[in-house]
């Protein structure tokens, strides 16, 4: 990148924070920070468990087998289903390293914890969306409402809710 380039980046960088700071709710640091470590509590208890990685593969199976190129109501409540049983799986699971600094596993757990909120919030999204639009073709549903649809997904307490706009 050129000089130019690096300066607009620095520029633009700070202009968004300060837009977001100055638009954003207040956010409770020290809360979310004692909310991470009695997670991180939990995951590093003494007792050692499997690791996540046959729950990986398996979400991948079901979401290609359920949530592919043609799905359906049942195919899509079938993953989630799928998901549901795999969260279960992966809550029960513990990491024997504890430490916080250059811990691979942590950072690969925590990343399928988030593959497993995107797939859940894929699946929802699915399940609201009763019509084909592109790659989204449902089997139930052929057509496409020349309107269109805008999903919006909210998190309240510990679930997920989509609601669908025109």
């Known amino acids: 990148l050129g000089g130019n380039s690096l300066l607009e980046i620095v520029h633009f960088g700070r202009a968004v924070v300060s837009k977001i700071e100055k638009t954003s709710l207040h956010v409770d640091v020290k809360k979310h920070q004692k909310i991470a470590e009695q997670k991180l509590s939990i995951l590093f208890k003494d007792k050692k468990s499997d690791t996540f990685f046959g729950l990986r593969t ?32 992966f809550d029960k699971l513990t990491i024997s390293d504890t430490n916080l600094e ?11 914890a988030n593959s497993l909120s995107v797939a859940k919030t894929l699946v929802l ?16 549903f052929q057509k496409s409402d020349e309107v269109g649809l805008h999903s919006y997904v909210e998190k309240k307490k510990n679930s997920l809710h989509v609601r669908m706009e025109r």
Do not use: M, P, V, Y
């Open 125 to 140: 999204s699915a399940l609201k969306r009763e019509e084909s639009r592109g790659a989204h073709f449902r089997n139930d």
């Open 102 to 112: 250059d811990n691979s596993w942590l950072i690969s757990h925590l990343k399928f």
């Open 58 to 89: 398996d979400l991948g199976k079901e979401l290609f087998k359920n949530a592919g190129i043609f799905r359906d109501k049942n195919s899509l409540e079938n993953l989630d289903k799928s998901i549901d049983d795999i969260q279960s799986k």
